[in-house]
């Protein structure tokens, strides 16, 4: 008999305070597909095909670029990340923000968006996120 109550408490908590999951309104969604990134006097400088952000470190120049968006942006949808510096892939290796498949591509300084996509994906990569992910200590 116990488990019509929690049955029932389930459901009446459900109702009154929705189910634990966050809602996106489709048009809304801005998944990056191209990232890159470089050092600047100021920290990271991270541009993608949805925005830019800087921060003084990986985290803080993704949070600046989730808040200047028009959107929800989704990191984990971005399949190349070209740096300037392999210490930034590091960063966001560690992070777990990006996908370990996502392709890291080193380029001598950052090169406009438009074409960049399709570019890099005509000349895969041979490194990925998850070969510079630290293992924890």
Known sequence: MKWWLALLMAIVLTLIFGLPFREYETQQLLPIKTLQAEYTQNG???????????????????????????????????????????????????????????????????????????FLKAHPSEEQISDYHMEER
Not at 59 to 75: H, M, P, T, W, Y
Not at 82 to 105: G, K, M
């Open 44 to 118: 990271i400088h991270i541009v993608s095909n949805v925005g830019e952000g800087k921060g003084e470190s990986w985290q803080a120049a993704v949070e600046d670029l989730r808040k200047n968006a028009s959107g929800d942006v989704f990191f984990d949808t971005a399949e190349q990340l070209a740096v300037t510096d392999r210490r930034i892939a590091f960063e966001a290796a560690n992070s777990h923000e990006l996908r370990p498949s996502a392709q890291v591509y080193l380029m001598s300084e950052l090169a406009p968006m438009e074409g960049l996509y399709e």
